[in-house]
């Protein structure tokens, strides 16, 4: 989702909080840049508690983008609002915030919505860290996601003042930008980009801008780049007075940082291995068989057979005789 016009239309809308609070106040003036002549008025008026505002940017070919909403006073050093920006090709974004702001620092979150839809939130915080010296930080997440985070620090001394930070995307990849504003004369700034604005001069144009009942005949009077630099200190340092001031003006942090789109990174490509083949083992052989020979029978030796001779004995003549009815002849015995 792009919001080309919003840093134009934010500038008004610093422009306008940044003027003391009373019935009403208008104004306009012209912006030279190495981009062409912008051409620029705003309005704003407070009653109750609540300031309404009202601003718009012509760009070098007659475009026209304007912004505009309210901010009330919800409690000491408490602060809401709410509005509508839009670009010179018809589309809006509507956008709404809360502001809390103690101790020296504002904090800050806001949701943006296009008309497509899609939705972005904002959230920050500006610090006074000493005179003339702030540092400011926050995130920008998009609709699908990705955030971006910044972080700057604004130094002035005398009529100039110095600002620098970083701006670092979802993907790592970090810009880095620096600048100035020097004022040279009443209502008129310088930037170190070449950029001229004057405040309050005469401007002549065709186109005419509608701003809460209002008709501010010569169109538009912020350049993006020196009203988003200068601005700061005096939203920033005016939060004292501001809330012990009745009626209340709204002390808006300063602005993000220009969007940068940063490219993502294309996702790495990640080799996926391919899961290991089957490899196929053939189970180990059977051992082998081994004929044991049977152990050699034990041979049998018979022993040889000794004969004994019976010991001589004395021989006896046995006479004939009768053994029953059996004759037994005469023999040895």
């Known amino acids: 989702m792009k919001f080309p016009y919003l840093t134009a239309a934010t500038a008004s809308l610093l422009i306008a909080v940044s003027t003391p609070a009373f019935a009403g106040w208008a104004g306009h003036g012209t912006a030279y ?30 475009g026209i983008a304007t912004n505009t909403g309210s901010v009330t006073r ?20 509507q956008h709404s915030g809360d502001t809390s702001c103690a ?7 806001g ?22 010296q702030y540092s ?3 995130t920008v997440t998009a609709a699908n996601g990705n955030t971006t985070s910044h972080s700057a620090s604004t130094n002035c001394a005398g009529s100039t003042c110095v600002r620098s930070g970083t701006a670092t995307g979802s993907d790592g990849g970090t810009v880095y930008h620096s600048g100035s504003a020097t004022r040279v004369a009443t209502g008129v ?5 070449g950029t001229t604005v004057v405040q309050g001069g005469t401007v002549t144009t065709g186109g005419t801008v509608t701003t809460v009942g209002t008709t501010v005949g010569a169109t538009v009077a912020v350049g993006a780049a020196p009203v ?17 001031t009745p009626p209340v003006a709204y002390v808006a942090p300063p602005p993000p940082p220009p969007a940068v789109y940063v490219a993502p990174v294309p996702p790495k490509a990640v080799y996926v291995a391919p899961p290991p083949k ?44 009768w053994a029953g009815r059996v004759w037994v002849p005469a023999h040895w015995a």
Not at 35 to 50: D, V
Not at 189 to 193: A, E, K, L, R
């Open 74 to 93: 919800t409690a000491p050093g408490q602060f809401s609002n709410s509005g509508t920006a839009t670009g010179p090709n018809g589309r809006q974004v």
């Open 189 to 193: 700034v310088t930037t170190g980009g």
């Open 278 to 321: 089957v490899v196929y083992v053939a189970p180990p052989p059977p051992p082998r068989l081994v004929f044991i020979a049977p152990q050699a029978r034990t041979l049998y030796v018979p022993p040889h057979p000794v004969y004994v001779t019976p010991v001589p004995r004395a021989a006896v003549m046995v006479p004939g005789h």
């Open 136 to 138: 400011s930080s926050g």
């Open 228 to 244: 988003v630099v200068a601005p700061p200190v005096a939203v920033v340092a005016a939060p004292p007075p501001v809330v012990v």
């Open 103 to 109: 101790g020296g620092t504002c904090d800050h979150t």
């Open 111 to 132: 949701t943006l919505t296009g008309s497509d839809g899609h939705s972005a939130t904002t959230s920050g915080s500006v610090t006074r860290n000493a005179p003339g």
């Open 33 to 62: 840049t190495p981009h062409g002549t912008y051409n620029g008025a705003h309005y704003g008026s407070c009653a109750g508690g609540t300031c309404t505002h009202a601003g718009a940017v012509q760009n070098p070919y007659g």
